[in-house]
C-alpha cells in the first residue's frame, strides 16, 4: 500500500476556525492532492486533544466508513494509526483510508478555553506525581538531565537542534517562525524546566493535516506519484515515571527496530528523518534509539549543523518540525505529510538531495513519540 496523498490545513496563528473545520480543510486538499473521489474512502482514523470522537468528525467529513481507528497513544498516535491502516488494507479490510487532524491549541489558550489536555490524565498512577509539580515539561526536563550527567552532553549540544531546526524552518513558507536564532540566543532565553528555556521547547500552534493511503489497485488513478509503506514499529514504554527503567532510552528503540526490520532498510540508508520534538532532548535521544548513531553519542552527533538540510549529515525535520514550524498538540501526522512531500520531490528550497549529482531522496523515516516517552511509532517510507 501506498501513501498517495498529503496535505496541511491553515496552520500557525488561525484563530477564525474550529477543528471539526481544520479537519475538513485538511482532509479536502488531501484529496484533492491524490485525485481521488472522496467516495473512495472506506476507512478513517482519528484522535485529539479534547472530546472530538473519530465517528463525529467522521459525519463531520461526510464519511461512513467501514474501518475505523481511534488509538490514542499522544504525539505518536499517527504512525501508529499509518501501521494499522497499511495493515488494514493489506487484509483487505479497506481500500482508502484517510488519517486526518485538526486542533485550535493555540487559539483556545489564548481564548481561555479547556478543550482538551496535553497530559495523559491525573487519575491512577500519575496522581502520585501531579502534586509535586511533576508536569509534562518537567518529565521532559528530568530525562535530558539525567542523559547529560550519564553520557556528559552539554545544554550547547541540546541548543544546536534547536539552531539547526530553525535554519530549516527559514526554507519553509509555512513555518511559523523562520528567524535564525543561535546557540547563545537558545541558552539565553527565560527558564521553563531546568535544563529547558523557552527555545528548547515547541511552539504552540493551531493546524491540521491528512494523509492518504491506498491499496495499490487505486494508485495508478491518483494525480501523485505513491510513496511505499515499507515497514512499521510501534511500542508502548510506561506512564508512571518510576515504571521508566532508563531515562536516557527512549521507546523508540524498539518501534525503530522493528520498522527498518520489517523494511529490510538499515538506519543509514535513510535520506532524512522527521521526528517529534516537542523538546530538544526529544530529537537527540530518538536519533540514537533508531540507530543513527550509538548510545551516548547524540550530543557530537547533532553538532556542527549534521541535522540540516543540505548540511552534509543526516537532514532532521526538514520543515523545522515542532519548534520552529508548528505544533498543534499531536504533532506526528505532520512528520508524515513532511516526508511524503520530501519523497516526491515538493520541498522546495528545502529539498533534501542525494549524492553529487542532487539525486531526490528514496528513503526516509518518521518517528513520533508520545506522552513523556511513553509511546513510540516508526514508520519507513520509499519510492
Known amino acids: 500500500?501506498?501513501?498517495?496523498?498529503?496535505?496541511?490545513?491553515?496552520?500557525?496563528?488561525?484563530?477564525?476556525?474550529?477543528?471539526?473545520?481544520?479537519?475538513a480543510q485538511a482532509a479536502r486538499r488531501a484529496l484533492a492532492d491524490a485525485g481521488l473521489d472522496r467516495s473512495l474512502v472506506d476507512g478513517f482514523a482519528s484522535a485529539g486533544l479534547g472530546t472530538l470522537a473519530p465517528v463525529e468528525v467522521a459525519e463531520y467529513l461526510g464519511l461512513r466508513p467501514t474501518w475505523v481507528d481511534s488509538t490514542s497513544v499522544g504525539g505518536s498516535t499517527w504512525e501508529v494509526m499509518a501501521a494499522h491502516a497499511a495493515d488494514a488494507i493489506t487484509a483487505g479490510h479497506a481500500?482508502?483510508?484517510?488519517?486526518?487532524?485538526g486542533s485550535t491549541a493555540r487559539a483556545d489558550v489564548r481564548a481561555g478555553r479547556r478543550t482538551g489536555t496535553l497530559s495523559f490524565g491525573t487519575r491512577g498512577p500519575l496522581q502520585f506525581e501531579v502534586p509535586y509539580g511533576h508536569t509534562l515539561i518537567a518529565k521532559y526536563a528530568m530525562a535530558a538531565r539525567r542523559h547529560m550527567i550519564e553520557y556528559g552532553t552539554t545544554i550547547e549540544q541540546l541548543a544546536e537542534v534547536a539552531v539547526q531546526a530553525r535554519a530549516n524552518a527559514a526554507l519553509n513558507p509555512e513555518a511559523m517562525f523562520r528567524t535564525p536564532v543561535t546557540v547563545d540566543e537558545v541558552l539565553a532565553g527565560p527558564m521553563i524546566a531546568d535544563p529547558f528555556t523557552k527555545l528548547h521547547c515547541c511552539v504552540r500552534s493551531d493546524g491540521g493535516a491528512a494523509v492518504l493511503l491506498a491499496a495499490e489497485e487505486y494508485v495508478r488513478d491518483c494525480r501523485t506519484s505513491p510513496v511505499w509503506v515499507l515497514g512499521s514499529g510501534e511500542h508502548v514504554s510506561h506512564a508512571a515515571m518510576s515504571e521508566w527503567a532508563d531515562f536516557t532510552v527512549s521507546p523508540a528503540a524498539v518501534s525503530g527496530r522493528l520498522a527498518f526490520e520489517r523494511a529490510g532498510v538499515r538506519p543509514d540508508e535513510m535520506d532524512f528523518a522527521e521526528i517529534y520534538d516537542a523538546f530538544t532532548y526529544m530529537t537527540l535521544v530518538t536519533l540514537e534509539d533508531l540507530g543513527f548513531c550509538g548510545k551516548g553519542e547524540g550530543g557530537a552527533f547533532v553538532e556542527k549543523g549534521r541535522l540540516r538540510v543540505g548540511g552534509g549529515g543526516l537532514p532532521v525535520n526538514t520543515d523545522g518540525g515542532g519548534l520552529?514550524?508548528?505544533?498543534?498538540?499531536?504533532?506526528?501526522?505532520?512528520?508524515?505529510?513532511?516526508?511524503?512531500?520530501?519523497?516526491?520531490?515538493?520541498?522546495?528550497?528545502r529539498q533534501v538531495r542525494r549524492?553529487?549529482?542532487?539525486?531526490?531522496?528514496?528513503l526516509g523515516v518518521a518517528s513520533g513519540t508520545g506522552g513523556w516517552f511513553c509511546s513510540s511509532g516508526t514508520v519507513v517510507l520509499g519510492v
Open 95 to 101: 481500500r482508502v483510508v484517510l488519517l486526518a487532524y
Open 1 to 23: 500500500m501506498a501513501v498517495v496523498g498529503v496535505a496541511l490545513s491553515d496552520c500557525g496563528r488561525v484563530d477564525d476556525a474550529t477543528p471539526y473545520a481544520l479537519h
Open 355 to 362: 549524492g553529487a549529482d542532487g539525486a531526490l531522496p528514496r
Open 324 to 349: 520552529s514550524a508548528q505544533h498543534p498538540g499531536m504533532r506526528g501526522l505532520f512528520l508524515l505529510v513532511e516526508a511524503v512531500r520530501q519523497l516526491r520531490g515538493e520541498g522546495g528550497e
